[in-house]
């Protein structure tokens, strides 16, 4: 895609319906679905201006309402409440939901509200809202799963109605150095590799920013839960 046809395809956003803006941030989602994070951006002059329009236009078709920083994080880190002993819960509840698990293109995944109910009462909204006012939870929480040699989850954008997402690792296990990483796209710069322990979560707006994670390798398992966040002022 060219970068004049990435500006010609987003003048007319601001005039665009929720339907529309979800097609239109689908069809630039497709425009960058080759991308690969760990061998970097495209060298070709006309390729990388077309993934550069394409980063700055996402910021701008974001729901979010509030600042997003260029990587797209606007939190990193583990949160207070998830003590040892409430991974150790999320972890077994990820496990035991594994065998409800189906494929969506090079990974597997659960939709699982019930994993909220782990966490303790009301911790993750209080925690959301000493983040930037008016951030809470939407009740909505699903599993993926990084368990056979080449599962991944390509460059993509979040297509959804929501601006942010909390995705917090749960398991990685492998026996040599890790080969499956979260990896985002800065609008402007390279890319980068966020590294996350168990326990680790990420609050990202994954509508605005380029973001994936690589493949596992042979002996090498991830699991991930991911949590659907909204702001009182979308
Ligand atoms: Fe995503």
């Known amino acids: 895609m060219d970068a004049s046809i990435v500006a010609a395809l987003c003048s007319r956003a601001g005039q665009m319906a929720p339907a529309e803006l979800r097609a239109l941030r689908h069809v630039l989602g ?134 942010l997402s909390g995705v917090m690792l749960l398991r990685h296990e492998h026996q040599q150095p890790r080969a499956s990483r979260l990896w985002v796209f800065p609008r402007g710069q390279a890319p980068k590799v966020v590294e996350l322990e168990p326990g680790h979560m990420v609050i990202f707006c994954g509508q605005a920013v380029i973001h994936q994670r690589t493949a596992v390798a042979a002996g090498e398992q991830v699991t991930t839960l991911a949590i659907n966040i909204s702001a009182s002022r979308e």
């Not at 002993?85 to 409800?100: F, G, I, T």
């Not at 939870?137 to 929501?162: M, S, T």
Request: charged fraction near 20%; charge should be negative.
């Open 30 to 163: 497709v425009a960058i679905s080759g991308l690969d994070a760990e061998h970097s951006l495209p060298t070709d002059p006309r390729k990388l201006a077309a993934i550069r329009a394409i980063q700055d236009s996402l910021f701008h078709l974001t729901n979010y309402p509030g600042h997003i920083p260029d990587d797209g994080m606007m939190w990193t880190g583990r949160p207070a409440f998830v003590t040892d002993a409430v991974l150790a819960a999320l972890q077994c509840r990820a496990r035991a939901e594994s065998v409800n698990k189906i494929r969506s293109g090079k990974h597997f995944f659960v939709e699982c509200p019930a994993m909220l109910e782990l966490l303790p009462p009301g911790a993750l909204a209080s925690f959301l809202q000493a983040l930037e006012g008016g951030l809470q939870p939407r009740g909505k929480a699903n599993l993926q799963y990084y368990e056979a040699p080449g599962e991944c989850i390509g460059a993509h954008v979040d297509v959804d109605d929501f601006g």
